[in-house]
């Protein structure tokens, strides 16, 4: 993916959570790149309500996608469904966050 979270400090106290927004998919070409391969998928698109609303659910209803829905239905579904399997740990360049003596910036 082209897509590059960011992740800013809360505050100066260290027990605080950081501030990580995943930003995914957040550009042209990742968007396109899902849309493509959920719409060349014919399996997945016959079965995709139930794979992305699945029995229990409770946020948002969603129609089902089939493969003429547009760039738009799709964009909006893979924002609302999209999220991470990697552990999202050391993902800031040091210098951005860290002084010279390693201390947290800010």
Do not use: W
Not at 23 to 35: C, E, G, Q, V
Not at 44 to 56: F, N, Y
Not at 73 to 98: N, W, Y
């Amino acid at each position: 993916p082209l897509s590059r979270r960011t992740t800013t400090l809360q505050s100066p106290n260290p027990l605080d959570n950081p501030i990580v927004n995943p930003k995914y998919p957040s550009t042209t070409t990742d968007r396109y790149i899902l849309r493509h391969t959920i719409r060349s998928n014919p399996a997945l698109i016959s079965t995709l309500h139930t794979l992305l609303a699945p029995e229990g659910y409770s946020g948002p209803a969603f129609i089902a996608l089939v493969v003429d829905s547009t760039d738009d239905e799709f964009d909006h579904r893979i924002k609302e469904f999209t999220q991470t399997i990697a552990h999202p740990i050391g993902t800031c360049a040091l210098s951005t966050m860290l002084d010279g003596e390693f201390r947290v910036k800010g």
